[in-house]
C-alpha cells in the first residue's frame, strides 16, 4: 500500500497511475514530434514552453480520470471502459479551452491535442485491458503474523482476504495464552500457528515481514528483546489498532483507551497544521462563492416555482466544543416529507448546501471537518457512545472525511465485516481520524473527492 495525501492507494493502482502518465507524456511527445507544423521539435520543447504545455495537459487528463474515479472502480466491459476515457478525453477538450482563455501561450496545438490525446486514449485502455487480464498486474504481497487474535485483528483479517490489492497475505496467528487461540472467542480465519513459544520456528518457517500486535496488553516483558532482535532482522512490529488505522483511514474505537484521552494528546493535531487547513479552507470558499452567487439565486428560483414553503431549511446544530448554531441549507423535502422535483438533484449533487458557505464565511463552521449533529441528537448519542464529543474538538464542515465515505458502493475504504459506513460508531471512527490527522494534505484529498461527487452525483445527503 501507498499513502498519498493521507489515503492509502493499493500498490496496483498506484504502479498504474505512474505508468498511464508516463504513457501519456510519451504519447504527446510522439504527436509534437510527428506534427509538420512543429518545424523544430528541440526548440518547441525548450523556447516554446512545449515541456509545459504536455505536462498541464498531461495534467488534465490524470485529473479527469481521477475525477471519473477510473483509480478506484472497474468498468464493467473494455468498451465501458472505452466510453470512460473518451468522456475523460471531453474533459480534457474542455480544460485546453479554459487554459486557452486564461493563460493561451500553455495550450497545446491542434493537431497535437487530436494526435496526443487519441494515442493516449489507446494506452491507457491497452494498459487497462493488460493489467486486469488474468495473471497479469500481481503486485508482490506482504507477509502479516499476528500475534493473539481480537475482533480488531479479525477486522483487518477479513479485510486483506476479500481486498488483495491492499497487499497483504495474513499467514495466521500465534496464541498469546498457553492453550486455546489467545483467550478469545472468535471463530478466526486464518490459521493458529502455534503459541508465543513456537515464534523463532514460525518466523523461520513462513518469514513474516510484518508481525502485528492484538493486544498491548497480551505482550510480557520477557518478550520484549526477542521483538528487537526481530526488528534488527528486518521484521516490522506494530500494533493491530495503528494498522487498522492506517489501511482503513479510521481510527479504532474498540482500541481507545480513556488514559490516551486523559494523559495525553490523542485528538490534538499539530496548532501550524490546523493554521493552514483554516486558511485552505477560506481560500477555497472564496473561490466557491464566485459560481455560489449565480447558483444559489437560481436555484431558489427553482424551488419556489415547483413547490411551496421555505426554500432556505434552517437547523439548530452542534458547533465546535458542542456550542449549538444555526445551519442553513436549500430545503429539498415538503411538509409531507417528500421531496421537491429538483430536491433528488441536490440532495445527489450536495448542492443542497450551497448556502452553508456563508456559515463558514462567518466562522460557525468550516469548509471541512465533521458532520454537524442536531443539538438533540448529538447529545442524545454522545450519552450513549464513548468519546462522541472528541469529534467536536474541530469545527464542523460542509464536507468533511467521513462524508465522502459515506455513499455505499463508493471507493469507501470500506472495512468488511464491519457495520455499514452510515453506522453512528463508523461515522465516529472517521471523523476522530480527522481530528487527529488535521492537515492541508489530507483537506486537499477530501476536497479533490468531494469535487468528483458533486461533478457525477455521488453525494449523500447529510
Not at 73 to 86: D, F
Request: proline share 5%.
Amino acid at each position: 500500500m501507498i499513502r498519498i495525501l493521507r489515503t492509502v492507494i493499493p500498490a496496483r493502482t498506484a504502479i498504474l497511475a505512474l505508468a498511464e502518465t508516463l504513457a501519456i507524456v510519451a504519447c504527446f511527445l510522439l504527436a509534437s514530434w510527428l506534427d509538420p507544423d512543429i518545424s523544430d521539435f528541440t526548440s518547441f520543447l525548450q523556447y516554446d514552453a512545449g515541456v509545459w504545455r504536455i505536462l498541464l495537459v498531461t495534467g488534465t487528463i490524470v485529473t479527469g480520470l481521477i475525477l471519473r474515479g477510473l483509480y478506484s472502480q472497474v468498468p464493467r466491459s473494455a468498451v465501458a471502459q472505452l466510453e470512460e476515457l473518451c468522456v475523460v478525453f471531453g474533459i480534457t477538450v474542455i480544460g485546453q479551452g479554459l487554459v486557452d482563455y486564461a493563460l493561451p501561450g500553455l495550450t497545446i496545438p491542434r493537431k497535437v491535442m487530436v494526435g496526443g490525446g487519441i494515442l493516449s486514449m489507446v494506452a491507457i485502455w491497452v494498459l487497462r485491458l493488460l493489467a486486469g487480464a488474468p495473471g497479469k498486474g500481481a503486485i508482490s504481497t506482504t507477509k502479516v503474523l499476528f500475534l493473539g487474535y481480537s475482533p480488531t485483528v479479525d477486522v483487518l483479517v477479513s479485510a486483506f482476504l476479500a481486498r488483495p490489492e491492499y497487499g497483504w497475505k495474513p499467514l495466521g496467528f500465534l496464541s498469546t495464552q498457553r492453550s486455546g487461540n489467545g483467550g478469545h472467542h472468535l471463530s478466526s480465519q486464518v490459521p493458529c500457528l502455534g503459541s508465543m513459544e513456537d515464534l523463532d520456528a514460525v518466523v523461520e518457517t513462513h518469514g513474516p515481514q510484518w508481525i502485528v500486535i492484538a493486544r498491548r496488553s497480551d505482550i510480557k516483558p520477557k518478550w520484549t528483546e526477542e521483538f528487537l532482535e526481530l526488528r534488527f532482522g528486518g521484521v516490522h512490529v506494530e500494533e493491530a489498532a495503528a494498522l487498522y488505522e492506517r489501511t482503513f483511514g479510521r481510527v479504532c474505537i474498540a482500541e481507545i483507551w480513556p488514559h490516551k484521552l486523559i494523559f495525553t494528546d490523542a485528538f490534538e493535531s499539530a496548532p501550524l497544521n490546523r493554521r493552514l487547513s483554516v486558511a485552505l479552507s477560506w481560500a477555497v470558499t472564496v473561490l466557491c462563492l464566485v459560481p455560489a452567487i449565480f447558483l444559489i439565486p437560481l436555484i431558489a428560483v427553482l424551488l419556489r416555482l415547483t413547490s411551496t414553503g421555505p426554500t432556505i431549511r434552517r437547523e439548530r446544530v452542534s458547533g465546535i466544543g458542542n456550542i449549538p448554531f444555526v445551519r442553513h441549507s436549500f430545503q429539498c423535502h415538503r411538509a409531507d416529507g417528500t421531496e421537491t422535483p429538483i430536491g433528488s438533484w441536490l440532495l445527489r449533487s450536495g448542492l443542497y448546501r450551497l448556502p452553508g458557505l456563508f456559515d463558514v464565511l462567518v466562522g460557525k463552521m468550516a469548509l471541512i471537518g465533521p458532520r454537524p449533529d442536531l443539538q438533540e441528537y448529538g447529545n442524545a448519542i454522545a450519552s450513549a457512545v464513548p468519546f462522541y464529543l472528541q469529534r467536536q474538538r474541530v469545527k464542523p464542515g460542509l464536507t468533511g472525511w467521513q462524508q465522502i465515505h459515506a455513499s455505499k458502493g463508493a471507493e469507501t475504504g470500506s472495512v468488511p465485516g464491519r457495520q455499514d459506513s452510515d453506522d453512528v460508531l463508523s461515522q465516529l471512527e472517521f471523523d476522530l481520524y480527522y481530528v487527529r490527522h488535521v492537515s492541508v494534505a489530507l483537506d486537499i484529498a477530501i476536497i479533490v473527492r468531494s469535487v468528483r461527487r458533486v461533478l457525477f452525483g455521488e453525494l449523500r445527503a447529510a
